[in-house]
Structure formats: C-alpha cells, structure tokens
C-alpha cells in the first residue's frame, strides 16, 4: 500500500468521524434545548405559585386554593430536584464544547490533508 492509499484511507477514516461527531453534537443541543425547556418550565411553576400563594392566600383564595398551588410548586421543585435539571443542564453543556473542540481539530486535520502527524491523532480518536 502506497503512502498515497494510506493517507485516503486515514482521511476517510477522519471524514467518517467528523460525520458521527457532527451527529452527536446535534442530538447533545437536542437533549440540551429539552431540559433546559423543562428546567426552566419547573422553576417558573414553583416561583408563580408561590408567589400567588404569598399574595393573595389571606383574602381571594379559598384554602383549597392555596392547598392545590402549593402542591403543584412543591411538585414542580421536586420534580427539578429529582432528576437533577441543572446539574445535567451543565453536563450536557460541558459535552457540547468537548464534542465541538474536537470536530474542529478533525476539520483541522481533514483540511491539512493528512500532513500531520495522522498516526497519533487516530490513535487519540480512537481512546476517545
């Protein structure tokens, strides 16, 4: 095998991992645009309702009321504390940038056309 048949076949290589690094990072923003949606959704329920129930519980709302805001706060901050919203915001957060630092070093090394050091940076991609 020639160097030249060596080189295409690593930048195919490179190519076909640039492509599934391209798809991991859509379907991250994906999951990332859906929990902070869902965060974000459970900590506005809890400020309103206990905000209405500050406000209004001694004269407009009935006690039934107040029993039904307050459960839907306490359900909605137990429900962002049970799966953890925020620090999994983060998480997803912090997996972008690492996926997106490396897709750039692949475009880098796609667009050097393989006159690096090809052999490090594949056995570096594939510990990954």
Do not use: H, W
């Not at 206990?50 to 107040?66: C, E, M, R, Y």
């Not at 006159?115 to 594949?122: E, F, G, N, P, Y």
């Amino acid at each position: 095998m020639s160097a030249e048949e060596e080189k295409e076949k690593i930048k195919n290589y490179l190519n076909n991992r640039l492509k599934n690094y391209e798809k991991n990072i859509r379907e991250l923003k994906k999951r990332y645009r859906i929990v902070k949606v869902f965060f974000g959704t459970t900590m506005i329920i809890t400020i309103t309702s206990g905000t209405v129930i500050a406000s209004l519980s001694s004269t407009v709302l009935p006690p039934l009321g107040i029993t039904i805001l307050g459960m839907a706060g306490a359900l909605s901050a137990a429900l962002s504390t049970k799966f953890n919203l925020k620090k999994r915001k983060t998480q997803l957060q912090d997996a972008i940038k690492q996926a997106n630092t490396i897709k750039n070093k692949l475009e880098y090394v796609i667009m050097c056309n393989g006159d690096v050091d090809l052999s490090t940076i594949v056995m570096k991609l594939n510990a990954i």
